[in-house]
């Protein structure tokens, strides 16, 4: 029966890991998968982690299951990190999800449950996986203008306009800080204005959070989220602990649904437990509880925040030594943005074609739209990109 399966192209970042490992150039740089990177080029294990597990170790006595919604103690530590106190507690839901993809892809079956025909609304360019997602569940993705290419910064009149074609019913996926692919983002006048716009039309917002505290600091880049939750009637929040905790393989997020009143927040709660259920019962519990460890001890929680800031520095830090380094070859201004962007992420707005001539040529590893992952790069390696992206002629 399996032979109607159709193969299905290869995961591009995937198909470029491949690559860049089969490349014996020594001097190659990889600046593809998402993950943060230390100087050399590690994805390092964060200390208060590594503390909470080597506890956890010692403590846990059992390892039967817990609730469908995961452990509540979890939801309550990541609703105050992402949300504080911007909304009261008797209208936030929340279930654990495996990774920020989970919630993303509960969140949108929750649309879908309760209105089969809303449209979603997406950044052009977005995250390729709320793409795919929402087309494999057969719901409709609407672009809205996001990137512009030529200041490299938010297009946010376009953006703005498409909106607006929202109506209630439909939602509007937003990035919460660090934008996938991009690395450009929206200041918080320009927030309010998305606001306004959400308030104007009835369209229901849905943000993606996976990088809080890759940009601005942890309670700066939850502003927006906290600004949008306590300003619309109803909202989605997908949380990713996978960047901030550095816990990919861990699986662990949160989906939280702010609702009208205490009365809805119940059926909200009870659906996202159903849909739990349907799609693999219990979330992921191990990282759920070094999360839930960290944030509940004043030692481990500060260890956590010095190293995430640590991580968040070194990222700003390679951020302004290639602008400043392109400044110095191209003597112009032209990749200030790099030094604006926020998060892991920028599209240098190359041509396929010159990322292509980079790779071949220097050993550059970026992906196909020209997204870099600065946490690849390292003192020594910024001067080469830089040139690489001079000759190229970008
Ligand atoms: N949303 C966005 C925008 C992302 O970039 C990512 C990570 N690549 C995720 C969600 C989810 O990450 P994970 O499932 O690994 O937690």
């Known amino acids: 029966m399996f032979e109607t399966l159709k193969t299905r192209p290869a995961d591009s970042i995937l198909a470029l890991m491949q690559m860049y490992k089969d490349d014996p150039r020594p001097s190659k740089i990889d600046l593809g998968v998402g993950v943060y990177k230390d100087a050399t080029g590690l994805t390092p294990i964060m200390r208060a982690v590594k503390a909470a597990e080597h506890q956890l170790w010692e403590a846990q006595d059992t390892k039967v299951y817990t609730g469908l919604a995961g452990d509540p103690g979890f939801s309550d530590a990541m609703i105050q990190l992402v949300l504080g106190d911007a909304v009261p507690r008797d209208k936030v839901a929340a279930v654990a999800t495996p990774g920020g993809t989970g919630a993303v892809r509960q969140a949108f079956e929750l649309i879908r449950m ?68 991009t690395g450009a983002n929206l200041n918080l006048a320009q927030w309010q204005a998305v606001v306004d716009v959400l308030l104007e039309t009835g369209a229901v917002p849905m943000i993606d959070i996976a990088y809080q505290g890759f940009g601005d600091g942890l309670e700066e880049d939850a502003g927006p989220t906290r600004l949008v939750a306590s300003s619309v009637p109803e909202c989605l929040i997908a949380a990713s602990c996978s960047k901030n905790f550095g816990i990919y393989r861990e699986r662990t997020g949160l989906l939280i649904a702010v609702s009208q009143n205490s009365e809805a927040r119940k059926l909200h709660q009870d659906t996202l437990a159903f849909l739990n259920r349907q799609n693999f019962s219990f979330p992921p519990d191990h990282g759920a509880r070094l999360v839930t460890m960290i944030l509940n001890d004043a030692a481990l929680k500060a260890d956590w925040m010095a190293e995430l800031e640590e991580v968040r520095g070194s990222m700003l830090s390679l951020r302004s030594q290639l602008a400043g380094e392109l400044q110095r070859l191209s003597g112009s201004d032209r990749f200030g943005f790099l030094a604006e962007h926020r998060g892991m992420f920028s599209r240098l707005g190359a041509s396929p074609e010159k990322v292509v001539e980079m790779r071949e040529t220097h050993g550059i590893y970026m992906v196909g739209d020209s997204r870099m992952n600065i946490a690849g790069l390292n003192a020594e390696t910024v001067p080469v990109l830089a040139k690489a992206i001079i000759d190229a002629g970008v």
């Open 114 to 181: 309760a209105r089969p025909e809303a449209r979603v609304f997406v950044s052009d360019p977005t995250w390729p996986n709320h793409l795919s997602i929402l087309s494999y569940l057969g719901m409709e993705a609407v672009n809205y203008r996001y990137f512009d290419e030529d200041t490299r910064a938010v297009d946010f009149e376009g953006m703005i306009a498409d909106i607006k074609g929202a109506k209630a019913g439909d939602v509007v996926l937003l990035h919460g800080c660090c934008h996938n692919p």
